[in-house]
C-alpha cells in the first residue's frame, strides 16, 4: 500500500487495522468485486469478499503497520486491549461484500442454541444487508407463506416454491435486517455489503436444481424445517431505505442483540469519536482519509479501542459496525 502520512496525533495512537479480505469463489459470483471494488479475485466466479474476517474458513491478514501479515483472529487472542478486552473465544462479527451473478440458493440460517447444540458449538447466523446495487425492479427472497410447520414441510416436501416463497421488492440504498429462521435469498444482479455474527453456517432449503460437478449441492431440509420460523414476520418493517439519509452525520441504522450498524455519508470534514469497543468501518463508494491515512473505495479497516478523536475528510460512503 506504500507510505502514508499520517498526523503526529494518528502516530501516537492504537494502530489502525487495514485487512487483506479474503475472496470466495462460488457457483453464483461474478467478477464485479474486481470491476467495481478492484480486488484481486481468484477467478470470474468470485462471489464473497470477507472484507473483516477472524472466521477459520476465511481470516484476514492485517495489511500493514506493527501488525502487519499477523491473522486477525491471533489479535483477537493476544491482544484483546484492542477490542475493549471484550470476552468471547472468537472475533464476534464478519462483514462481507457479496456479488450474485446468479441467484443464491433458499436459504435460512439457526440462532446460537440450535447451532451449538447441532454444529459443533458454533455460533448462530444473525445478518443484515445493505443494498449496494441491484437492477432495477429487482427482488429478494425474505419469507415464506406457510402457515404452520406441518404446511411448511408438506410445501417444501411437495417443491410448492411459488407457493411457498415470499419475494419483496429492494432498491439501491436499502438496508434489511435478516434474523435466523427467516427464509431467504439473494437473487442475480445484487450487490450487497452484509454484517452478520462470524459463523459460517447456513441451511439450504432449494438450490434450483443447480449442479456442481455433475452432483446436485447439498440440501439441508430436515435442519431447515426444524429452525425455519412459522408463521414468517411481516415484511412491513424489514426494509428500510437510506439513500436520504443527511451528510456529515453518524446514522446509527440498527442495533440488535449481537451489532450495531452505522452509516456516514461523508462530503467534506466530519470529527467524532471512537467511544466502541471497536469499530469495523467499509468504505463502499468515494475515497477520503480518517487522521491522514487514505481511504479509497472497496477498503476494510477496524478502528481499536480507545483510538479517541477520529477526523474523516474527503467524499465516501461508509458501513460500519460493533457489538452492542
Known sequence: ?????????????????????????????????????????????????????????????????????????????EHRELFGNLEGEQFPLLVKIIDARDDLSIQVHPDDTYAAAHENGSLGKTECWYILDCPQGAQLVVGHYARTKQELADMIHQGRWDALIRRIPIQKGDFIQIEPGTVHAITAGCLILETQQSSDIT????????????????????????????PAKSTQDSVRNLSDLSQNAWHEIISCPYYRVFKLNLNGNYTMEQKYPFLNV??????GQIDGYALKKGDHLILPAGYGRMEWQGRMECIASTVS
Not at 19 to 42: H, V
Not at 208 to 213: A, K, L
Not at 224 to 230: A, F, G, L, M, R
Open 282 to 287: 467499509s468504505v463502499v463508494e468515494g475515497a
Open 1 to 77: 500500500m506504500g507510505e502514508r502520512k499520517v498526523s503526529q496525533m494518528a502516530q501516537e495512537k492504537q494502530p489502525i487495522l487495514f485487512l487483506q479480505p479474503e475472496l470466495k469463489e462460488n457457483i453464483w459470483g461474478g467478477s464485479r468485486l474486481k470491476t467495481d471494488f478492484g480486488y484481486d479475485i481468484p477467478g470470474g466466479h468470485t462471489g464473497e469478499c470477507w472484507g473483516i474476517s477472524a472466521h477459520p474458513n476465511g481470516d484476514d491478514t492485517i495489511k500493514e503497520g506493527v501488525f502487519q501479515g499477523k491473522k486477525l483472529s491471533g489479535l483477537w487472542r
Open 203 to 230: 441451511y439450504r432449503v432449494y438450490d434450483y436444481d443447480r449442479r456442481t460437478n455433475n452432483q446436485p449441492r447439498q440440501l439441508h431440509i430436515a435442519q431447515s424445517v426444524d429452525v425455519i420460523t412459522v
